[in-house]
């Protein structure tokens, strides 16, 4: 993976937040968004334990499945073409947490699969 570079394309929120009321849960993968980490442009809408400025990634010479869950048997729920850009938001082991922006769709994907 090439030296990590932060996103920059996306504003970090101005609060204050406050939770004003029940929001509908987007489907899993739809989102950024985990129980204890989401992207730093939902902090406005969704909570999160932590939020994260990504970094920007791209995906390597082949395409490759996002995962609902870091597990080779997990569900595959989008494609992303080989050179696509992605922000990297979690990397644990060999697996990538990423997403193609705040409005997702977001999932995992080995790390060999970036560039």
Sequence with gaps: M???QTAATHAIPEGPFCLSGPIARPALGELPLRGDLAHVALAGTHLAAHYVVPMAGNIGGAAVALKLIPSDDSESHAQLAA????EVLDIAGDWVWL????????GYCRSGALA
């Design 2 to 4: 090439a030296s990590p």
């Design 83 to 86: 050179g696509s850009t992605v």
């Design 99 to 106: 997403c193609c922006g705040p409005n997702g769709p977001a």
